[in-house]
């Protein structure tokens, strides 16, 4: 770095590596700038870029600290953090709801595949999937699980 300084050779831009997966997520652009990964396969153990850019040990030893800020969810309890690809996917992953609902994010509504109620399973927040309309476990507070709704698969 300082002897780039002395020759006057410009030091390289930091890389943005944001991208949008063909899922239409948030994601990690590999060092190819043509692979787009989920963030949530960043520092997973598996090396998903053909260089493994996604598994450096500089970016995966301090998380969240150390990957870029746009591809990561702060929780409602701020000590807590998920990838951003898991935020507004119709599951509670951060404990608290605050993935999937507002103040700490503005979520579409419920998918064609789910349905939207207060969910009694935590595992949901705002919607449950189709797929357990109809099966005869309260999934809804109000039961519409099991009286409106309409298991399409």
Not at 21 to 47: E, H, M, W
Not at 67 to 94: E, H, M, S, V
Not at 137 to 143: G, I, K, M, V
Request: aromatic share 10%; with cysteine; glycine share 6%.
């Amino acid at each position: 770095m300082a002897s780039a300084m002395i020759f006057g050779i410009p030091t390289r831009p930091p890389v943005n590596r944001y991208c949008t997966t063909p899922q239409n997520r948030s994601g990690f652009l590999c060092d190819d700038r043509v692979t787009c990964i989920p963030a949530s396969d960043l520092c997973n153990g598996i090396k998903n870029c053909p260089s493994g850019a996604d598994e450096n040990p500089e970016m995966c030893t301090d998380l969240p600290n150390s990957i870029p800020g746009d591809l990561i969810f702060r929780c409602g309890n701020p000590q807590f953090w998920i990838f951003i690809d898991k935020k507004c996917n119709y599951i509670n992953d951060c404990g608290d709801c605050s993935d999937e609902m507002l103040p700490h994010a503005d979520c579409p509504p419920c998918g064609p595949d789910w349905w939207s109620c207060m969910p009694v399973v935590y595992t949901y927040c705002k919607c449950v999937p189709r797929s357990l309309c109809q099966d005869r476990q309260q999934q809804c507070s109000d039961w519409s699980d099991e009286y409106n709704c309409v298991n399409r698969s």
